[in-house]
């Protein structure tokens, strides 16, 4: 069934969203912390079923709300306007662009942090562990022996239904990780986190040739038995969060790119 998603946040993650989204035949309602104008280009790209508009407009349209803004400003967000929607967090833990004390002491999850500030929305955690380029390039219809799987986490079994439909029209078998929680089981340094659903690159290659590899090489999918075996042998990462350092060079080297010509905003 057709929905609409209102994303805050329109970047790299928030462009893979709504494309998957139209693609699945829904409407998205992109905004950002810039303004409707700043999206225009990016709205003609994606066609007739995607419009711009204010971060309060988006979340007024949407049946679920995409998060795929930086965890930094989850307490610029507007509580008071999120309140009874089912919110989808996108958001992880990077330490070297923003610390959290509580965070770090492993003391809550970080989307146990977002639900906090969040407080009277169903937030539910999703489509946050794999990179911008292959939650795009990955999803595929159902049936598809090359489709993969991607895990969530929530408090509400409604949300938590509603985001699991939305997924599976995007491209994805669905497992449920538990509560938020348990979504530490699911974050970065954990084993479904990243790299199930990028390519190795090989050693001896060029920059360019690294890249090439890293952005089409075919990745095997991850079956939904595999996920649920890979959320329970997970270890609480110490220490908490993720790093780029740990990422592919080639990743790292796109994401640089793209944070220099100003087109991304940690
Ligand atoms: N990059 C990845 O591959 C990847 C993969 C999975 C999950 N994530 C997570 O997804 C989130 C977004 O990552 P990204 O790489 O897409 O970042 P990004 O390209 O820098 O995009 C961030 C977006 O958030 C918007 N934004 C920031 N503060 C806002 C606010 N208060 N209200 C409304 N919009 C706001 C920015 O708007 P303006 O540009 O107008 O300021 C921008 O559109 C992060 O938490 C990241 O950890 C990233």
């Known amino acids: 069934m057709a929905s609409t998603i209102g994303i805050i ?6 462009g893979s969203v709504a494309r998957l989204a139209v693609a699945a035949g829904h409407n998205v ?9 700043s999206l225009t280009e ?4 994606l066609g007739p079923l995607a419009r711009a508009a204010t971060v309060d ?29 089912v919110v989808l967090d996108q958001t992880n833990y990077y330490p070297e662009f923003w610390r959290n004390a509580e965070l770090d002491a492993g003391r809550l999850t970080s989307s146990e942090l977002v639900q906090r500030h969040l407080k009277d929305s169903l937030v539910v955690k999703g489509l946050h562990n794999l990179d911008w380029n292959h939650m795009y ?11 993969t799987t991607m895990p969530i986490a929530g408090d509400d079994a409604t949300a938590k239904h509603a985001v699991t439909r ?28 990243f790299w199930p659903y990028a390519p190795a690159v090989p050693d ?3 920059a360019d040739e690294e890249k090439r590899h890293y ?40 994401f640089m790119e793209l944070a220099s010509a100003n087109t991304v905003n940690k």
Not at 42 to 45: A, F, K, R
């Open 57 to 85: 407009e988006a979340i007024a349209a949407g049946d679920i709300i995409a998060l795929p803004v930086p965890l930094a400003s989850f307490e610029a967000l507007p509580t008071d306007k999120l309140a009874g929607k």
């Open 166 to 193: 939305f997924l599976e029209a995007v491209g994805y078998d669905v497992v449920d990780t538990g509560s938020l929680a348990e979504s530490w089981r699911i974050e970065p340094g954990t084993p479904l986190y």
């Open 29 to 37: 309602v992109l905004s950002n912390s810039r303004g409707p104008e």
């Open 215 to 254: 952005l089409e090489h075919p990745v095997p999918p991850v079956s939904p038995q595999t996920a649920r075996q890979m959320i329970d042998r997970a270890k609480r990462p110490s220490p908490v969060g993720g790093t780029l350092a740990g990422m592919p060079p080639a990743h790292v080297a796109i």
């Open 137 to 147: 390039s990955n999803a595929r219809p159902k049936g598809d022996p090359d489709r």
């Open 9 to 14: 946040g329109s970047g790299l993650v928030g």
């Open 204 to 206: 001896g290659l060029s």
């Open 42 to 45: 990016l709205v003609q790209e």
